[in-house]
């Protein structure tokens, strides 16, 4: 059997289930945006060194095959994501205590993973706002609106950890921006 099935060729695709939809449609560009943000990702962690930090990435590219899932149509358990928020917010913390105190804006850059940590920040701010416009286009739909209390708070406090992230990299290579 082939990848391709040419049943996109002319501008749907499937979701969970079977129901084709426009390829530009609200929830094909949310769980589209999350799989360019995966993506980017595994550039990240092939070029990592510190084998915590390719796990934690690892993990969120785990998560997002959840998300993902669950933005198709699939009835996933989201409630794990709670726990990896936490961990986040724990993470965040801990790497703050090794920055200076920040009060100025940055440039995006420095190190070559710093500068991958930007783009994938900058890539997870615009999957949070193409999840939160499918949330908003699907209202009347309940089990959907339970997702939403689970992935927008996760895109949001990754975002915060992929930018803490790159400063402890340009910090740890003595790089300023």
Do not use: W
Request: with cysteine.
């Amino acid at each position: 059997m082939t990848i391709y099935t040419k049943t996109g060729d002319k501008g749907k695709t499937s979701l969970f289930g079977g129901k084709r939809v426009l390829k530009c449609d609200c929830n094909i560009e949310a769980y589209g945006s999350i799989d360019e943000l995966s993506s980017i990702i595994g550039l990240i962690i092939s070029k990592e060194k510190n084998k915590d930090k390719k796990q934690l990435l690892t993990d969120v590219q785990k998560d997002f095959y959840q998300i993902m899932s669950s933005i198709s149509g699939a009835n996933v358990n989201l409630a794990s994501l709670l726990k990896k928020i936490n961990f986040f917010e724990q993470e965040i913390k801990n790497i703050e205590l090794r920055l200076p105190v920040l009060n100025r804006f940055i440039l995006p850059g420095g190190t070559e993973i710093a500068a991958l940590l930007h783009i994938s920040r900058t890539v997870c701010r615009r999957a949070e706002r193409d999840v939160a416009r499918y949330f908003e286009t699907e209202k009347k739909d309940h089990k959907i609106q339970n997702y939403k209390s689970f992935i927008l708070p996760y895109l949001n406090r990754l975002s915060d950890l992929l930018f803490i992230m790159a400063r402890e990299a340009n910090k740890n290579n003595e790089v300023t921006v």
